[in-house]
């Protein structure tokens, strides 16, 4: 978020969606049909568009580093829709985070220590952990988690990919975060692939399997 736009965040973060069902295929758990891959494609050009806007000019290392995270976040969605079956979901939440926090308190130490630089405890930094720490983290991920039980794990990422919709409207009115013309139709283009997909999948069953 220090590199790249909300808007640029939420719109590549939601390409986690088409990462689900490319990773069940690479696994062997699905197959794509050829309206499907074009959805995809579809959802390719409009990240291309979002994150590369103007000529001869390099991709944004924010923009990067979230494609890279939203692998990550669609490899999660699909481990956490297996194991949530296997177990007890509180269990699983808990030592998620527990070992979340402790490789994040490491990494803290580690940064500092080769930065030489304190921990900022001022009363905003505090506020805005505690706010993504809670409401931003473990509340939307202990629903996740828990929706997960009663729904299958494309139907949860077909939900998550409402997200753009939501910030780019919050981005605006919080933020006055504007989006160039071309980044409008890649954002439309990402929109219209996802909304299409869900569409078929809910047309072809995969949502209940």
């Given at each position: 978020?220090q590199?790249?736009?909300s808007?640029?965040?939420?719109?590549i973060?939601?390409?986690?969606?088409?990462m689900?069902?490319?990773?069940?295929?690479?696994?062997?758990?699905?197959?794509?049909?050829?309206t499907?891959?074009?959805?995809?494609?579809?959802?390719?050009?409009?990240?291309?568009?979002?994150?590369?806007?103007?000529?001869?000019q390099p991709?944004?290392?924010?923009?990067?580093?979230?494609f890279?995270g939203?692998?990550?976040?669609?490899?999660?969605?699909?481990l956490?829709?297996?194991?949530?079956?296997?177990?007890?979901?509180?269990?699983?939440?808990?030592y998620?985070?527990?070992?979340?926090?402790?490789?994040?308190?490491l990494?803290?130490?580690?940064?500092?220590?080769?930065?030489?630089?304190?921990?900022?405890f001022?009363?905003?930094?505090?506020?805005?952990?505690?706010?993504?720490?809670?409401?931003?983290?473990?509340?939307?991920?202990?629903?996740?988690?828990?929706?997960?039980?009663?729904?299958?794990t494309?139907?949860?990422?077909?939900?998550l990919s409402?997200?753009?919709?939501?910030?780019a409207?919050t981005?605006?009115?919080?933020?006055?975060?504007?989006?160039?013309?071309?980044?409008?139709?890649?954002?439309?283009?990402?929109?219209?692939?996802?909304?299409?997909?869900?569409?078929?999948?809910?047309?072809?069953?995969?949502?209940?399997?």
């Open positions: 978020m590199f790249t736009s808007n640029h965040s939420a719109f973060t939601s390409s986690a969606v088409i689900v069902p490319l990773i069940l295929v690479v696994a062997g758990k699905q197959k794509l049909h050829f499907q891959i074009a959805c995809i494609v579809l959802i390719a050009f409009g990240l291309y568009f979002l994150t590369n806007t103007k000529d001869n991709y944004n290392v924010g923009d990067v580093i979230t890279f939203a692998i990550v976040c669609a490899s999660h969605i699909i956490s829709g297996h194991y949530v079956r296997k177990t007890e979901f509180l269990g699983l939440i808990f998620q985070f527990l070992f979340a926090t402790i490789i994040s308190f990494g803290l130490l580690i940064n500092n220590g080769i930065n030489h630089t304190e921990v900022n001022s009363p905003t930094v505090i506020n805005n952990v505690l706010y993504l720490g809670f409401f931003g983290t473990l509340l939307c991920f202990f629903v996740t988690v828990w929706a997960q039980k009663f729904v299958s494309i139907t949860t990422a077909m939900i409402l997200e753009p919709i939501f910030a409207t981005s605006f009115i919080v933020l006055q975060e504007s989006l160039s013309l071309l980044e409008i139709i890649g954002g439309i283009a990402i929109i219209l692939g996802l909304i299409t997909y869900n569409l078929l999948d809910a047309k072809s069953g995969l949502g209940s399997n």
